[in-house]
């Protein structure tokens, strides 16, 4: 079973719709987790970490559920700068110093005017 | 701009060179890592440094070497390589701990490309 798994689209969406990402993760350990974004040919950057209860950055709420080891990003009246691949990621503390990210494969969201 | 910088951002080598990827980091961060970016598969993390000790190493072949002589650089030295090794190099670094919580944001830099003939 892969670690983090998300759906890879893509999602073809009209400008002005809502979306919304799922992503399961496989370790019950895992402990920090996070939304990037990655447009063509650039590199990945934090679009907004994942709280347990929950955090919202204007048009974008992002939700985590431990029990069943899922994390949502939704995003609200979509723009066509949506438009990018949405990785979802997840932290695991070994307790022995810095652990790598583990990522998804990305979700590819497409904007349509 | 980027606190992270790569260099070079695009390589062509042979099966029989000798090369070096570079990332410095401005950011003051404690921990730098590489990862590998393919097509059509998900970001691989390939090292780890924290306080510019080798904390990880996932099962990356000998002919992928790293150093890391301080905490705001680390190199990428590559040997031998073989075409199904082009891919996307990304760098990235994080001020990182063990604390449960201690959510950490890790910034990337704008990758090398790297195409081996």
């Known amino acids: 079973r892969k670690e983090v798994e998300q759906d890879p689209g893509p999602f073809n969406v009209p400008e002005g719709a809502t979306v919304a990402f799922n992503c399961t993760y496989s370790?019950?350990?895992?402990?920090?987790f996070f939304w990037y974004r990655q447009d063509c040919r650039k590199e990945p950057k934090l679009l907004m970490s994942v709280y347990s209860s929950g955090n919202e950055d204007g048009r974008f709420t992002a939700q985590l559920n431990r029990a069943s080891q899922y994390i949502s990003l939704l995003i609200r009246d979509s723009k066509l700068s949506d438009s990018a691949t949405y990785l979802c990621v997840v932290k695991t503390y070994s307790g022995g110093g810095a652990d790598g990210l583990t990522f998804g494969k990305g979700t590819h969201l497409i904007i349509q005017p | 701009e980027t606190g992270v910088t790569q260099t070079p951002r695009h390589l062509v080598m042979g099966m029989t060179n000798k090369k070096s990827l570079k990332c410095e980091q401005h950011l003051g961060h404690n921990a730098m890592y590489w990862y590998k970016q393919s097509a059509k598969k998900p970001l691989e993390l390939m090292f780890v440094y924290n306080f510019k000790e080798q904390t990880e190493n996932n099962s990356v072949p000998s002919r992928f070497s790293p150093e890391c002589p301080n905490s705001s650089h680390l190199f990428l030295h590559l040997h031998t390589l073989q075409p199904e090794d082009s891919a996307l190099y990304l760098c990235a670094s994080s001020q990182d701990g063990d604390r449960e919580g201690f959510n950490t944001e890790a910034f990337f830099g704008q990758g090398t490309r790297l195409t081996v003939v």
């Open positions: 370790n019950s350990a895992s402990q920090s």
